[in-house]
């Protein structure tokens, strides 16, 4: 019987790419007033290099390119992480969230800088929206998924038993195998083009009860287990 439903943020509920080009945009604008060059061609090498080296270094390669000095970039790093998100939820879960609540309890866990993920929780009005919210930060970094002590205190802020949840994530090092520590079920959503959508778990043995696409097809998968 699946009587909660907790979803990962990033990547789950709305396209993290959407924040990552905010705080570009933000960096653009800074770089241009100090006069390193022009800000929407700083924030589309940002995205360029976001995609071809991951999220490791995209600044320090930059400043290499540009030619501005190293020392700005922990000041570039705050900018981005205090920016204020311009993010929506995606459109499935903008959907399927209300229907969800009339029959589950729902919550959210999610990892990375608390101040950070309560910025992007505020802009897309999930408490208004969620029974239960858990920032793994706010309890200290050693608590970030896989990590299950925050599955479970969502858990019990839902007063459900981890046996009777189901947990929604796209990252299967950090959300399918921290569900599977908790003893929550999970299913796998690979948002097409997402960080994580054909990234493979390094417990082999680990494997998600489901896998989705799109969050429309959550209702059809939880039937088959009520």
């Not at 999220?55 to 204020?84: D, K, M």
């Not at 009005?125 to 599955?151: C, M, N, Q, S, T």
């Amino acid at each position: 019987m699946v009587r909660a439903i907790v979803f990962d943020l990033d990547d789950t509920l709305y396209e993290e790419i959407t924040y990552v080009r905010g705080g570009f945009r933000i960096v653009g604008a800074v770089l241009a007033a100090r006069g390193v060059g022009d800000a929407a061609h700083i924030a589309a090498a940002l995205e360029q290099l976001h995609i071809e080296n991951g999220r490791a270094g995209v600044l320090q390669t930059l400043a290499e390119r540009l030619a501005f000095p190293t020392a700005w970039i922990p000041e570039l790093v705050t900018t981005i992480r205090s920016h204020r998100p311009d993010i929506r939820l995606a459109a499935d879960a903008d959907e399927v969230l209300p229907r969800l609540r009339t029959a589950f309890r729902l919550g959210c866990v999610t990892d990375g800088w608390a101040a950070v993920q309560r910025g992007k929780v505020d802009a897309l009005g999930l408490r208004e929206r969620l029974d239960a919210i858990v920032i793994a930060d706010e309890r200290g970094r050693e608590y970030w998924k896989p990590h299950p002590v925050p599955f479970l205190q969502c858990c019990e802020l839902l007063q459900a038993d981890p046996g009777d949840t189901v947990f929604v994530g796209d990252n299967p090092d950090r959300d399918l195998l921290g569900a599977r520590r908790a003893g929550l079920r999970s299913i796998r959503i690979r948002r097409p083009g997402s960080y994580f959508c054909d990234a493979t778990c390094s417990d082999a043995d680990v494997r998600p009860d489901a896998e989705i696409v799109d969050l429309r097809e959550l209702e059809e998968r939880i039937r088959d287990w009520r």
